[in-house]
């Protein structure tokens, strides 16, 4: 099934009445590259919406600077053996590729540019995993202080030997998809998956379009079995995160 990038536009034009997210000039959106996953949760997969340079250039900024990710605990980040992977942060503006593919996530999702949280280039080793959870907050002071996580992107960076696919326990779509012993996970079964392929990407919507968190959307990534698994995730809010952060450092 293939998703019209005019639907997700009408679905969230409630969400953003002054929308200007796709007042670009690098509209490289095909969207016959992209398939509905999932009904409930929202999920819509790109195909290829990386070249491998671009892939390749992303892991080459992170590399050298990754620390352990850490997971939300009131308003900041604490180490947890839920989530074992190594990460950096890029700023919007970081270079000119950057840019060129933060206003493409933009073009894409019909979100502005502006609410998307810095970009965070993740590493998962063998054995490293994040256990299912949901990226939209569910503390009120979060809320208030940051807007909420309306959408996530995942841009996969690399090709995974066996693991390390991105689960969705709760989709409707679990009970429809075909999967092997041999090439899936143990892990993978347990939900509908998604497995990374290098330059493919993923967007899934966190919230309803009353604001409440979708429960469906609850995901998680697979423990790697074989090889390394680079992602690059970004979040995009329902207000201004660019705004947020210069009257922080003001």
Known sequence: MVSSPIIIFSLFISF????????????????????????????????????????????????????????????????SSTRTSSSVFLSKNQDE?????????????????????????????????????????????????????????????????????????????KHSQKKDNESWSECAMDGYSVKAVKGDALLFFNLHLNKSIDMKSFHGSCPVIHGNKWTATKWINTISFDNILQKKNA
């Not at 502006?114 to 063998?126: A, C, D, K, S």
């Open 97 to 173: 590729i950057i840019t060129k593919i933060e206003h493409r996530i933009a073009a894409w999702t019909f979100l502005p540019i502006e609410n998307g949280e810095p970009m965070q280039v993740l590493r998962y080793e063998n054995g490293q995993k994040y256990d299912p959870h949901y990226d939209a907050f569910r503390n009120e002071d979060n809320i208030k202080l940051w807007g909420n996580r309306i959408a996530t992107v995942l841009l996969y960076l690399s090709n995974v030997g066996k693991g390390g696919e991105t689960i969705f326990p709760h989709s409707q779509a």
């Open 16 to 79: 953003f009445p002054n929308l200007n997210a796709y007042k670009s000039d690098v509209l490289f959106i095909g969207p016959s590259h992209v398939t509905q996953l999932s009904s409930n949760p929202r999920i819509f997969l790109y195909k290829k919406f990386l070249t491998k340079d671009e892939s390749d250039h992303i892991i080459s900024l992170a590399k050298g600077k990754l620390k352990r990710s850490t997971v939300l605990n009131g308003k900041s980040g604490v180490i």
